[in-house]
Every structure is written in C-alpha cells, then in structure tokens.
C-alpha cells in the first residue's frame, strides 16, 4: 500500500522567513495530494491540495509543488506569521475507494 | 463548527466500561472515517465507511466496534480497552471515498483509559 514520508518532524523559523515541509510517497499511482493544518486543541484543517496532473498551485502565502518523476511534494509557507505555528499533515491518495494515507506531521513554530 | 460535530468531547473509561463515540455530520457527505491520533501515529485510519458500508477495517482491535445507521451518524463502540488506547479519536467526513477528497474533520473525542 502507500507509504508517505514527511520530513522534517519539527521546524523553527523566524518570523517573516519561508518555511518548506517535504513529503515523499511510495505509490506512483497517487493523484490527489492534501495538506492539512491542526492548531493546538484544534481539528485538522485542508488549507490546500493539489493533483497529478498539476505541477504547483498557490493560495496567497502558501503553495504546493508536485514532482511526480522524484515522487515528492512540498508545502512553502512565506513571510510567515506567529499564527502559522501548528502541526502540517501531507497525505496522498490513489483514488478509487482508498482512502488518504497521512504523513506522521510536522510541528512548525514560527518565533515572533 | 464545520458541520462535524463529535461528542463527548472528554471520555475518561476504566477498562472494563462500555461507551460509546458518536460522529454526526451535516454537510450531506457519503462517506465517513475514524482516525486515532496519538504521539506515536499522528493520524492513524481505523475505519472507513461508504455510503453505510464498511469499505475498510485497519486491522483494529475487535474491542473497537464501529457502527454507521445511516450517512450522517457513524458510532466507534468501546468495550475493554487498554491504557494505550488512550488518544484523540477523530472522525471525518468527504463527499465520497472516491478519492479521498476534501475530508472535514470533527473537533475530537480525547480517551483516557484508566
């Protein structure tokens, strides 16, 4: 089945600089890619997804890249803010009835 | 609220009690989910329900029992449970499992088996 690798596990950034988070899957064969973002205490929240057949898509300061040769795909967060802090999830998808296969998170702290 | 409502919130269980975690969703989704969330396996799928039909076990414990009546209740039934399973059990929804597209996420019920 899919395997999805998100690296790093934690990140500290100074406010106002980029963030990057990697994930890395194992099935060729995954075409929808979510990123969720769980505050403290809160749900997990879908902030953008991108699909296969895309190559990168952008939501004001955040934005997804796909690089299906290499299997990996990136969440950029710039200028970041204090309330950007929060676990990011990955997941991929194959589609048909599977459901999303997460990444175990990365806890980002943007230090103000 | 996103329309995922989950209750209790707060579920402190000896292991030898029964209860019971409800999910309820109104946004007129099909299919429904139960994740277990904890230090070791942030995000980890339990069940997977399509339109009432159970299209995924992932290998869980008999001792969790999901039932799903109808497309807007799903129910994780709990019965002699560890300490270890103690965790945020989070339930979702999407507008099928094709996909796996746009899950919305309930708040969480926090277990504490004692």
């Known amino acids: 089945g899919e395997n999805v690798e998100q690296h790093p596990s934690t990140l500290s950034v100074q406010e106002g600089d980029s963030a990057v988070i990697k994930c890395t899957y194992s099935?060729?064969?995954?075409?929808?890619f979510p990123w969720y973002k769980q505050e403290l205490g809160k749900r997990p929240q879908l902030i953008i997804d991108?699909?296969?057949?895309?190559g990168e898509k952008k939501d004001q300061r955040i934005a997804v890249t796909l690089n299906k040769t290499a299997k990996h795909f990136s969440l950029h967060i710039t200028e970041t803010q204090p309330e950007d802090s929060a676990v990011y999830f990955c997941a991929a998808s194959i589609g048909g009835n599977t459901p999303l296969v997460f990444g175990k998170g990365t806890r980002l702290s943007v230090i103000a | 609220e996103t329309g995922v409502t989950q209750t209790p919130r707060h579920l402190v269980m000896g292991m030898t009690n029964k209860k019971s975690l409800k999910c309820e969703q109104h946004l007129g989704h099909n299919a429904m989910y139960w994740y277990k969330q904890s230090a070791k396996k942030p995000l980890e799928l339990m069940f997977v329900?399509?339109?009432?039909?159970?299209?995924e076990n992932n290998s869980v414990p008999s001792r969790f029992s999901p039932e799903c009546p109808n497309s807007s209740h799903l129910f994780l039934h709990l019965h002699t449970l560890q300490p270890e399973d103690s965790a945020l059990y989070l339930c979702a929804s999407s507008q099928e499992a094709l996909q796996g597209v746009g899950y919305t996420f309930g708040s969480g019920t926090r277990l504490t088996v004692v």
């Open positions: 099935d060729s064969a995954s075409n929808y």
């Open positions: 329900y399509n339109f009432k039909e159970q299209t």
């Open positions: 991108i699909r296969s057949n895309v």
